[in-house]
């Protein structure tokens, strides 16, 4: 058991309310844990804890602190819709508990604008691009090169402001699934630190192909979060072995100094509880204890904290 070790989710999600957006349209809130979008499809959003639609702060550290979790990094997008000032306003009134990321759309005709307000104005220091075709800036938005001339002045921004970057490339196998163009970003910026949301989003069928890139992408300013990794490799029951075994994997290839314990909270409590999901780390005999610490706490400080 190794219940005394401490816990950093680098991956969260506040929902102040749902207006997402996604490849089939928007998508809102139906009530009862459900939502729609618009070619019609209804599916369950949230879980039964959170039926008001809604995730506060205060939900979140209360989970938190059940689960011997001490600080969350709060991470937003397309998905739920973009919470950017509400995040910024959860990490004002906890600055010890939060660290908030925040997104916005490069193509937004007023992004200067927007992005000095939540940089330079509120002092973010995280900056999150969700690039997938499902729910990031591919499902509304030509297929793009993730280093071409779209993205490269977001990228010389961040740099030039300090900021962490944080990447979702979308599911392996997607058009947004641009490894290759992501290592040449973080090579173009060596001295910003990257991290890579859901280890690359491998499926049982597409590990191996995943973890062939982690070796591209194995530089000294990359980092990879864990986020929903359990769900992405589904069949998998808690305490779930192939999760485990992939992560222990790509341990072996990236360093695990080089690995994030990330949730996906709330979303995945949809399927496991929230502690099942920290616990296929903090109980697998997959690591070291001095592995465990790293992936579970050591490494987010670093990142997050300590910039």
């Given at each position: 058991m190794n219940k005394k070790t401490d816990v950093i989710d680098a991956h969260m999600h506040l929902v102040q309310y749902v207006a997402g957006i996604g490849a089939e349209g928007e998508l809102r809130w139906k009530g009862d844990g459900m939502a729609q979008y618009a070619d019609g499809r209804i599916f369950r959003l949230l879980p039964e804890?959170?039926?008001d639609g809604k995730v506060t702060p205060e939900d979140a550290l209360a989970a938190m602190d059940r689960c011997g979790v001490s600080k969350a990094v709060l991470l937003q997008g397309h998905y739920m819709g973009f919470q950017n000032l509400y995040s910024l306003d959860?990490?004002?009134?906890?600055?010890?508990?939060f660290r908030a990321a925040v997104s916005y759309d490069p193509w937004s005709r007023d992004?200067?604008?927007?992005?000095?307000?939540?940089?330079?104005?509120?002092?973010?220091?995280?900056?999150?691009?969700?690039?997938?075709?499902?729910?990031?800036?591919?499902?509304?938005?030509?297929?793009?090169?993730?280093?071409g001339e779209a993205m490269r002045e977001e990228f010389d921004y961040?740099?030039?402001?300090?900021?962490?970057?944080?990447?979702?490339?979308?599911?392996?196998?997607?058009?947004?699934?641009?490894?290759?163009?992501?290592?040449?970003?973080?090579?173009?910026?060596?001295?910003?630190?990257?991290?890579?949301?859901?280890?690359?989003?491998?499926?049982?069928?597409?590990?191996?192909?995943?973890?062939?890139?982690?070796?591209?992408?194995?530089l000294p300013n990359v980092w990879f979060d864990l986020a929903a990794l359990p769900h992405n490799m589904a069949p998998d029951r808690y305490p779930y072995p192939a999760a485990a075994a992939l992560v222990r994997r790509a341990a072996d290839i990236v360093g695990a100094d080089r690995i994030l314990f990330g949730s996906d909270f709330p979303s995945t409590l949809n399927t496991d509880s929230y502690e099942h999901l920290i616990d296929f780390i903090r109980e697998s005999e997959e690591f070291s204890e001095e592995e465990r610490e790293a992936i579970l706490c050591g490494n987010a400080e670093t990142v997050y904290f300590n910039s």
């Open positions: 804890q959170f039926a959860a990490q004002e009134k906890y600055p010890e508990r992004k200067i604008r927007i992005r000095d307000y939540l940089i330079e104005q509120r002092g973010a220091g995280i900056v999150k691009f969700e690039l997938s075709t499902g729910s990031g800036l591919m499902c509304n938005h030509p297929t793009f090169a993730i280093d961040c740099d030039e402001h300090g900021a962490v970057c944080v990447l979702d490339i979308g599911k392996c196998g997607a058009e947004s699934w641009q490894p290759e163009a992501v290592r040449r970003v973080c090579l173009a910026h060596p001295e910003m630190k990257f991290v890579i949301c859901h280890l690359l989003a491998p499926s049982k069928a597409t590990a191996n192909t995943a973890l062939e890139k982690l070796r591209h992408l194995t």
